[in-house]
T-cell receptor, first 113, second 112 residues
Framework: DQQVKQNSPSLSVQEGRISILNCDYT??????FLWYKKYPAEGPTFLIS?????DKNEDGRFTVFLNKSAKHLSLHIVPSQPGDSAVYFC????????????FGTGTKLQVIP | DAGITQSPRHKVTETGTPVTLRCHQT?????MYWYRQDPGHGLRLIHY???????DKGEVSDGYSVSRSKTEDFLLTLESATSSQTSVYFC???????????FGPGTRLTVL
């Protein structure tokens, strides 16, 4: 049962344009969401997060949007750069005590120069 | 960058042999995790630790055991390796938020 879904395994975008990566979740107990970026042969690195009390969080070129009613979040990268080419994982966790983080299957982004 | 190392970085072994992977941190973080990454599955939690000698199972714990005798070290053991355990293994640690995890560089394990 995949509780965090990234339905697009890959995405290609021209340099300078916007990249939009999507993520859907099924568990209504999730209240904290994260995006990680992973280059080949390296471990994932934390990119940006959002709490369920917000609907938007911005950090430089990266913005995460959360639509709780639709159980959907998205990561926007503007403008996209070739160095953004990587696999992006969406992740989610719940409330109360320790809650493990559940990861999606990842979307491979290619930014074409 | 968080101080996390994994050893070995690459290992090839045969079916039925025991294998131990080591994760070492210099951040003194309480929480440590072992994940495996496989195509089409993303990152799946194997085991985690919330303190010295305190561990619990994740979603894919069968065939794996862990130990944490010191804050800085978290060991993952495959008691009898199988080909289905061929994967890339990542260790992670949690900072104070417990949500943002910092990952090690990974260990690529091949079981023949």
């Amino acid at each position: 049962d995949q509780q965090v879904k990234q339905n697009s395994p890959s995405l290609s975008v021209q340099e300078g344009r916007i990249s939009i990566l999507n993520c859907d979740y099924t568990n209504s107990m999730f209240d904290y969401f994260l995006w990680y970026k992973k280059y080949p042969a390296e471990g994932p690195t934390f990119l940006i997060s959002i709490s369920s009390i917000k609907d938007k969080n911005e950090d430089g070129r990266f913005t995460v949007f959360l639509n709780k009613s639709a159980k959907h979040l998205s990561l926007h990268i503007v403008p996209s750069q070739p160095g953004d080419s990587a696999v992006y994982f969406c992740a989610a966790s719940g409330t109360g005590g320790y809650q493990k983080v559940t990861f999606g299957t990842g979307t491979k982004l290619q930014v074409i120069p | 960058d968080a101080g996390i190392t994994q050893s070995p970085r690459h290992k090839v072994t045969e079916t039925g042999t025991p294998v131990t992977l080591r994760c070492h941190q210099t951040e003194n973080h309480r929480y440590m995790y072992w994940y495996r990454q496989d195509p089409g599955h993303g990152l799946r939690l194997i085991h985690y630790s919330y303190g010295v000698k305190d561990t619990d199972k994740g979603e894919v714990s069968d065939g794996y055991s862990v130990s944490r005798s010191k804050t800085e070290d978290f060991l993952l053991t495959l008691e009898s390796a199988t080909s289905s355990q061929t994967s890339v293994y990542f260790c992670a640690i949690s900072g104070t938020s417990r949500h943002e995890q910092f990952f090690g560089p990974g260990t690529r394990l091949t079981v023949l």
